[in-house]
């Protein structure tokens, strides 16, 4: 069955970095683009940041431009996300998705998301 697995969330202090891993199986993850998106409390589900399906794009949200960088390994089905310079406000979890639009069809994954909580 289709997994999308989470990892690499914690506790980390303002400034520090985290690198948080989704490992994928049971599609194939090659054709699917891959995106990271973090909800806080009281708020709603927001785009971190999203790759092509061959790594060849990339797109981040204006606050995470510069501090996180979306990467792929599709030998290995999974994609990272490192985060640097962290703040307060970056507390959420972090979900990936996977997503394929061919012809009029779609087809979307998520997985189950990782605390990342920021706090000294």
């Known amino acids: 069955q289709v997994q999308l697995v989470e990892s690499g969330g914690g506790l980390v202090q303002p400034g520090g970095s985290l690198r948080l891993s989704c490992a994928a199986s049971?599609?194939?993850?090659?054709?699917?683009?891959m995106s990271w998106y973090r909800q806080a409390p009281g708020k709603e589900r927001e785009l971190v940041a999203a790759?092509?399906?061959?790594?060849?794009?990339?797109n981040y949200a204006d606050s995470m431009k510069g501090r996180f960088t979306i990467s792929r390994d599709n030998a290995k089905s999974t994609v990272y996300l490192q985060m640097n310079s962290l703040k307060p406000e970056d507390t959420a979890v972090y979900y990936c998705?996977?997503?394929?639009?061919?012809?009029?069809?779609?087809?979307?994954?998520w997985g189950q998301g990782t605390q990342v909580t920021v706090s000294s």
């Open positions: 790759i092509s399906s061959d790594g060849s794009s990339t």
């Open positions: 998705k996977a997503e394929r639009v061919w012809f009029t069809s779609r087809q979307v994954y």
């Open positions: 049971g599609f194939t993850f090659s054709r699917y683009a």
